[in-house]
């Protein structure tokens, strides 16, 4: 979708494009309200600055719709399909990477309580499986702080890839 598309469709029109970029109810209202913005990189920004700091709970609610590393989601949703792509550098046909995956991914959930996060996109499943390995290592504390910070990550990048730059000047519209 172009920005001035973005800009002017109505908010629950809006809000519907935000969802798969990340479920966070605060964070989509924001943006959706905060329209019309004058760039792309003036959305990202504001959408960036809205995503700091992520509530205990809304990152716990956002989690809830992140599949495991390795796992590609079948559902026909826009999210399931920015997760399959953005695993793109996890080869099924790796075995030996999937399975050190599968058995980090037990580990880290027993530790932690929840799946494990990583901004995947333009990573190779062997990066993915050394930063799991390592993050094993972190306190709950570390990790509260670096899950934040990979979901932002994830739902900049899928605003990014959801909302285009205008193909007309957007000279005039008021920057947010």
């Known amino acids: 979708m172009q920005l001035d598309v973005f800009n002017s469709v109505d908010r629950p029109d809006a809000i519907d494009v935000l969802r798969p970029c990340l479920d966070i109810q ?4 924001h943006i959706a309200d905060a329209r019309p913005f004058n760039s792309l990189d003036s959305l990202i920004d504001f959408a960036r600055e809205t995503a700091e700091p992520f509530t205990s709970d809304e990152v716990a609610a956002a989690m809830a719709h992140h599949p495991r590393i390795g796992e590609r989601p079948k559902a026909q ?7 399959r792509s953005e695993q793109a550098g996890v080869d099924p046909g790796d075995e030996d990477v999937v399975t050190a995956l599968a058995e980090g991914n037990r580990q880290y959930e027993a530790k932690f ?10 990573r190779s499943a062997k990066d993915i ?5 390592e993050r094993l290592t972190h306190t709950a504390e570390e990790e509260d702080v670096i899950v934040a ?8 990048l899928r605003l990014a ?3 285009s730059e205008n193909s007309a000047s957007s000279e005039g519209v008021p920057s947010k």
């Open 129 to 133: 499986l050394a930063s799991l390995r």
């Open 77 to 83: 949703t826009t999210e399931a399909a920015m997760s």
């Open 113 to 122: 309580g929840r799946v494990f996060l990583i901004r995947a996109a333009g």
């Open 149 to 156: 910070g990979q979901l932002r990550e994830i739902a900049l």
């Open 161 to 163: 890839g959801v909302v």
């Open 26 to 29: 605060r964070w989509v209202e």
